[in-house]
């Protein structure tokens, strides 16, 4: 056979292949594209509701959550009217509300590569946010202010141990511990319940002086009475300073997301002539006693 004769075959066989390249970079392009569709999904904020799975055991049902500096805000409603800070730290994982559509996560991810994808552990049963709605709502507490004091003591951990021997997430020494009935301080149900009860306790023993109830929290009723108020203690001064800047923190926020819901087309109703009182965390406390304790 003469190479003129060949030459066509050669030919045939070139565009033979070449449907095959322009196929494998078509099928790159496109797993390429997905790969990147599905990162940019993983990326925005779950708008559907979602829960933080903690490395403690314990998750937080929330709305949608936000990184700022080295915590994660989950905020609890869908308006911002309501947030937890919780350290990026001691947090697992997010997964989808279980009452909520499925939403991209990272298994969604690995199971575009050749990679097996990461297999979570099952939802904890106890939801941290409902502990403490409960906790809050038996002893008559702003769940917000409950929310401060875990994260001014432990930080959302549960094994949390201070060097002077206090446990759990309200941090409970063991001697108030047994008085409040609290018989295993790392039982994040029974620390939460206990911790409620004693800061109610405290806020009843000052008249609802929210700054001196927290001092006494912190370095003990003995304390406050002693010096007629907050200790000249760093420690405490700093910690009461803490927990109020946070919990007012939330309360700024669900004033102005009050503040944006009772806007409307209508005509504007007229101003009180003494106008809104500045909001302050004693007034913020008085205004949840209007009922003598049990």
Known sequence: MSAASRQPSSRSSQADSQPLLV???????????????????????????EVAVLKNGFSIQHARHEVVGSVTRLYVNADGASFVDVPTAE?????AAPDAAPAVTRL???????????EF????????STVVNEASGRYRLDPDLVNSVIKAE???????????????LMQLMPGTASQLGVPNAFDAQANVEGGAKYLR??????????????????????????????????????YVARVVRDFNKKKVAQEKAMSATKKSPGPKKKAPASGTAPLTTKTTIAAKESTPSK
Request: aromatic letters at 8%; proline letters at 8%.
């Open 23 to 49: 196929r494998m970079k078509r099928f790159c392009a496109c797993r390429a594209v997905r790969i990147i569709t599905v990162l940019v999904m993983a990326a925005l904020p779950c708008l559907a509701g």
């Open 154 to 168: 432990s930080g959302f951990n549960v094994r949390a141990v201070s060097p002077k021997g206090a446990q759990g």
């Open 91 to 95: 947090i697992d994982h997010f997964e």
């Open 108 to 118: 969604s991810v690995a199971s575009t590569s050749n990679r097996q994808p990461r």
């Open 121 to 128: 552990p099952a939802r904890p049963v106890t939801d941290l």
């Open 201 to 238: 306790e405290l806020l009843e023993r000052y008249n609802f002086d929210l700054i001196k109830a927290l001092a006494a929290y912190n370095a003990g009723p003995q304390r406050v009475e002693q010096f007629g108020g907050v200790p000249p203690y760093y420690e405490t001064r700093a």
